[in-house]
């Protein structure tokens, strides 16, 4: 009898809980074969491959949701560790995924490729319709605007399938139309995120406003459409003010990926607002997956929600005291400390990451080594790496430098929470914003590095000179 389990369901009320991420190298060297071996038959596929690695960055490893295989495999699959999802899928196919790791997953049907050569390879570039332009493709899209899964053909070679697909807050296979209306209805759920004010008169009131906001969205969309249509707002917004996002993204567009390898997103936020995020991103459906933090003098933490469903993850930093880090710091409302550590200080400098300034950076994936030297050619540097590992690989790109409200930084003097020489160098240099975060995984691994991330932390302090370089 074939073993399964279910990956948490973003409607679950399930509790945080202790993660230790494996490495599962031969899960991955098995799927990487498998896909070698497609692109070895498939000329169109390689010649996509070659474009993702040359002009983006981008390992096409990434990019696949599934490959189709013969239900001979799923001993082979077994053995790595890869298990049957009891996911939605067409009556007859058996979905393979592994529990733990980040990794395409397998369909098995009964007349899937065979002796390890996929018949079907799928790759999921962020809006189906953009990758449908850039790839000049003629063939018809399956699922009409607004279905939560679509697809269509790219090519196919040798009797195998190139395929595209889209997702919209849904992790199954099945293809299915959306009823009447609901196109228009995403379309102003969108706009309702899009045009949502994030700088009213009081913080306070800012969050009152983003509550009522998805007050209206669920009202139009579920919740893990609405968590879909709020993270993509939010990635939008932050590119905005991120010109290394910007030069990125444009690179992605040009063979319509978008950012369909985004990785997670991360959130600053003051200890008097954290609670209200965590309680807003609970709405949309992610749950605490796990508290991260790098021991009790670090001076900060982070909680890490996630939503399975809709592929979203996020590192939400807040500054933490030594005796704060085993609590469940999420839970309430963090007393003022009268002192400031690196998050608490971006926050009062820019507004929180939840209202004001936006995202302090988004982390995508990439072939590391290529992405840091094609940013540079580009004019866009990279910070030294603050992971270093075979599994694990990160970068800031060099912070965007805002510029700060000179009655912010008023208040911060007023407090004494800053020196006179550092206001004069808030107002007259600005001080850095955001970041783009290169990001390179093995084995699957789903895990940080808190030692690192305590790093790159401390090193980003908007009092340190160097904090951009």
Known sequence: ????????????????????????????RLLARYIEAFLGRHATARKLSDRMRDETGNDFYEWVDYLVLSPDHADELRSVGLQADSIEAPAGVVVMAHPKAMMPR???????????????????????????????????????????????????????QLLAIERVGYRGFVIAEPAPGFTAAMAK????????????????????????????????????????????????????????????????????????????????????????????????????????????????????????????????DVDLRPEEVNEDYAAKRLADTGALGTVGLWCELHGDSFLQAGMHHLEARFDFVRLRDQLAAEGVATMKPFSDFPFLKQAF??????????????????????????????????????????LQRKGGF??????????????????????SS
């Open 1 to 28: 009898m074939t073993a399964s389990f279910s990956f948490p369901d973003s409607s679950s009320s399930a509790g945080e809980t202790s993660f230790d991420w494996p490495l599962a190298y031969e899960a991955e």
């Open 106 to 160: 397998v369909l098995l049907v009964v007349d899937g490729g065979k002796k390890g050569l996929p018949s079907a390879l799928a790759i999921k570039p962020e809006v189906l319709a953009d990758f449908a332009t850039c790839s000049s493709l003629t063939s018809s899209i399956e699922g009409s605007a607004g279905a939560r899964l679509r697809r269509m053909t790219v090519a196919v070679e040798d009797g195998l």
């Open 189 to 316: 759920a969108e706009e309702l995120f899009r045009t949502r004010h994030r700088d009213l008169t009081d913080d306070p009131a800012g969050i009152r406003h983003a509550n009522d906001v998805l007050d209206q969205v669920l009202a139009l969309v579920p919740r893990d459409i609405a968590c879909e249509l709020y993270f993509a707002e939010e990635r939008r917004f932050w590119e905005l003010r991120n010109h290394a996002a910007r030069v990125q993204k444009a690179r992605q567009e040009a063979l319509g990926l978008g950012w369909g390898n985004h990785d997670h997103h991360t959130f600053r936020c003051s200890r008097r607002l954290f609670p209200d995020l965590v309680a807003f991103l609970e709405r949309l459906g992610l749950h605490k997956r796990e508290r991260f933090y790098a021991g009790a003098e670090a001076g900060w933490g982070a909680q890490v929600m996630e939503a399975p469903a809709v592929g979203i993850v996020v590192f939400a």
């Open 397 to 438: 790109t060099e912070g965007e430098r805002w510029q700060v409200k000179p009655e912010r930084v008023d208040r911060l003097r007023e407090r004494r929470l800053i020196t006179d020489e550092q206001a004069a160098t808030f107002l007259r240099d600005g001080a850095i914003g955001s970041h783009l975060e290169n």
């Open 446 to 467: 789903k895990g940080f590095n808190q030692k690192a991330v305590s790093a790159i932390i401390t090193q980003t302090d908007p009092r340190n000179p160097q904090a």
